[in-house]
């Protein structure tokens, strides 16, 4: 049974940093790549960050690139998200959203993919 579970949101200043984290059982992130998807109140579902654990390459949406730093411990299957300079704008739910073929993935198919492919979720709450 693959589970994800995320860690480290919470409530932070603008400017502030936090340190997001995704732990996987059931499957090893090894060859497969794994997303952090940010679902702020009243927006639809955004991957903002991936990477691909085989080749190490990384990818971000262009309102975080600079800001945010996706890393990953293979040895501890984790997935980690660093995101500083954090504005009200980075206020949502992350989720972790794992395995994934590729980081190529658009918003249908990202809606499309089973609970079992989606962690719990973690809150992110910026103030202004």
């Known amino acids: 049974e693959v589970q994800l579970v995320e860690s480290g949101g919470g409530l932070v200043q603008t400017g502030g940093s936090l340190r997001l984290s995704c732990t996987a059982s059931?499957?090893?992130?090894?060859?497969?790549?794994v997303g952090w998807v940010r679902q702020a109140p009243g927006k639809e579902r955004e991957l903002v960050s991936c990477?691909?654990?085989?080749?190490?390459?990384?990818h971000y949406v262009d309102s975080v690139k600079g800001r945010f730093t996706i890393s990953s411990d293979n040895a501890k299957n984790t997935v980690f998200l660093q995101m500083n300079s954090l504005n009200p704008e980075d206020t949502g739910v992350y989720y972790c959203?794992?395995?994934?073929?590729?980081?190529?993935?658009?918003?249908?198919?990202?809606?499309?993919?089973?609970?079992?492919?989606w962690g719990k979720g973690t809150l992110v709450t910026v103030s202004s």
């Open positions: 959203l794992a395995p994934l073929l590729s980081c190529s993935l658009g918003a249908q198919a990202m809606s499309a993919l089973p609970a079992d492919y």
């Open positions: 059931g499957f090893t992130f090894v060859d497969w790549a």
């Open positions: 990477i691909s654990t085989s080749d190490g390459s990384k």
